[in-house]
């Protein structure tokens, strides 16, 4: 293939299967190609970018697909080196192979693309145990490491421990796993256990603009008094999956920060479940806080991509507050927590004390 054909093709982001121990060197190669290029005036600049390793395991061939696409809206904000990793080790025949592409992004007026490589490796059998060694050579050895996981990393003892090891950051999504309520203790202590890597959970991510709403209610100060009187919480998730989580990590994000004990927590919060089926009734549909002279309700705003909350009390404007949802796709959620600069020192005691409450509350009604 001229060498023309071989740029367009890898910027094109068509994926290019090479040898498992030659990819650095035929990457190494692509780029020289693309730096020469740079001569001819009638063709577009292709320049390289990275500021981070980007690790992502997947165990199905659509995870790959999800995370191929997800990585190409990435890498228009925060360009790194992708390395999209998929186990199968139910498969009989034992094969590692590789392949390589580009997700390019316009800039400078459109006169040349700014491209971040993706690394695509694929083990089944016997060879998924050599996934682990094979990432390690592939590693921008003075750039931090983040560490996609998609499924549940607690099921996999053999590879999970290898991979983290090298992770500055673990982004993974716990309302995907199955029973994810009966893994948050466990979760809880691996956090604790690997303290040089900052663990975040899409599902905490997707609790922000909630958290945030929440805490807007309390910014006067006839509001805030009544925070060490809260004596009822009322949850109501919808029927989608979890709801339930979501519910839970909501809670101990309230009990942690008002420094209940999770049974102090279990007397006063109450989940409640909607049969809906509709996408629109997925995780929280509504939090009521109530003292004995105040209300706190939030709730989604039914046929709009909006939520209301409104604060019932004496002496305070009762004028509901109307916020628009935040995008909650993966690559937005990702995006999200690429861009926090500092460990969420939250997150850590809202798990615990999820975990917690996870046998202290009676299932969803």
Known sequence: MPDSARIETFAA??????????????LHALWELAAESHEDSSQR??????????????????????????????????????????????????????????HCHLAGGGRKQVCCEQISIRASGERTGQLASAVLPLLESDL???????????????SFPRLIAVADRLIYDTSTWESPE?????????????????????????????RKLTAECFDESPCRSMLNRIRSVEIAVGSQPGGRLRALLY????????????????TKIRVSGRKETDAATAGLLSVELKTDEATVDIRKNC?????????????????PRKRAFWPTDDASLLSQELDRSAP???YPWALAMAAALVTLLPETS
């Open 45 to 102: 600049q292709i320049t390289r970018a990275c500021l981070f390793n980007f690790i992502v395991f997947c165990e199905t061939d659509a995870d790959v697909a999800h995370a191929t696409e997800t990585i190409s809206l990435l890498t228009s904000r925060h360009p790194c080196r992708a390395i999209v990793l998929l186990a199968r080790a139910d498969e009989p025949h034992a094969e590692l192979t590789a392949s390589i592409s580009a």
């Open 303 to 319: 046929g709009e991509l909006t939520a209301s909350a409104q604060v019932t009390m004496a002496r305070v404007c009762g004028l």
């Open 13 to 26: 982001g068509k994926e290019t299967a090479v040898d498992v121990a030659e990819i650095e060197r035929q």
């Open 182 to 210: 009966l893994f948050l203790g466990a979760l809880s202590r691996v956090a604790v256990d690997q303290p040089r890597c900052r663990f975040a959970d899409l599902s905490w991510t997707r609790l922000e603009f909630w």
């Open 251 to 266: 809670g101990g994000w309230l009990g942690a920060q008002l420094r209940w004990t999770p049974q102090d927590a279990a």
């Open 344 to 346: 969420d020192a939250v």
């Open 144 to 158: 931090p490491t983040v560490l996609w996981w998609q499924g549940n990393f607690m099921a996999r003892p053999t």
